[in-house]
């Protein structure tokens, strides 16, 4: 049990968050908006993503390897800012792991349970994140009534790891994907893939403005929020916090997509290794 003085230690250490790649930084930048104050480790481990395609051993192996990455940086609690990770490494990880670990499948699936009227959900995900049917399971636990659509997409992580966010490529790709989603008149979307908000405005265009698209990261820093007020583990240091972004391949790709994505630069991308 931590004490006094050690305490203290503990909430100045940083908020860890992980993603196969780039996707993450969509919940990572929610957290800094939410808790200025606070510190982020971001790990994106861009030497292997997708994740999407791969099996579930692959992605638990992968997700314990991020998770080991993080705790040498101290971090106080971890962010799963990868669906994938999330559906089939966050039971996992919550046993194994004694620091708390948060995913995005349970944020996103309440917000879309809040806002949805007709009950009609839909949920565009990693085809390794459908199959494992999270979504729909903790969905219809929330809102026994709903109706979940759901559908892999697997073109968009490789499209916004281009960097190609609109244009007709874009365009005639989710217009495929999303056409059949759009026939069962969802009222709600779940952009269950932390990649896909980055691709919201083609998304929003092809589904109409009556669908409201949900993603998990304001409702992920939500969580994270109140699990540090719960701990008593919120920063108390009054120095500006400062950020890390680390990856398991060449920076220099992540930190010109993450400029255009963000708007701004990553002070320090480096590459480090899984061991
Ligand atoms: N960002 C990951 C997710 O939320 C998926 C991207 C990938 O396939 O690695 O599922």
Redesign the pocket.
């Known amino acids: 049990m931590l004490q006094g003085s050690d305490r203290s230690g503990m909430c100045d250490r940083p908020i860890g968050v992980f993603?196969?790649?780039i996707?993450?930084l969509t919940v990572a930048q929610e957290i800094t908006r939410l808790l200025p104050n606070e510190q982020i480790v971001y790990f994106g481990d861009t030497a292997r993503?997708?994740?999407?395609?791969k099996s579930r051993e692959s992605v638990i192996r992968f997700s314990k390897d991020n998770m080991n990455v993080l705790l040498k940086y101290g971090v106080k609690v971890v962010v799963i800012a990868?669906?994938?990770s999330t559906s089939w490494a966050l039971g996992v990880i919550r046993k194994e792991y004694a620091v708390p670990v948060i995913g995005v499948i349970e944020p996103g699936s309440r917000r879309a349970v809040e806002v949805t009227q007709s009950g009609r959900i839909g949920v565009i995900?990693?085809q390794s994140?459908v199959a494992s049917g999270k979504y729909a399971g903790t969905i219809q636990r929330m809102l026994p009534r709903a109706r979940v659509v759901s559908r892999p997409c697997p073109l968009f992580?490789p499209l916004v790891e281009e960097g190609w966010i609109d244009g007709k490529v874009t365009e005639s790709v989710a217009e495929e994907y999303l056409a059949p989603v759009r026939r069962e008149r969802v009222d709600t979307l779940i952009l269950g893939?932390?990649?896909y908000p980055l691709l919201k405005p083609v998304i929003q265009k092809v589904m109409g403005k009556g669908v409201t698209l949900v993603d998990s990261a304001t409702e992920t820093a939500r969580e994270v929020k109140a699990l540090l007020e719960s701990k008593g583990l919120s920063r108390k240091s009054t120095r500006p916090p400062r950020h890390e972004f680390l990856v398991s391949d060449e920076p220099e790709h992540f930190r010109i997509l993450a400029k255009r994505f963000l708007g701004h630069d990553l002070v320090s991308v480096r590459r480090v290794d899984h061991v």
């Open positions: 993603d196969s790649g996707g993450g993503v997708p994740y999407g395609t990868c669906n994938t995900a990693t994140t992580v893939c932390t990649h």
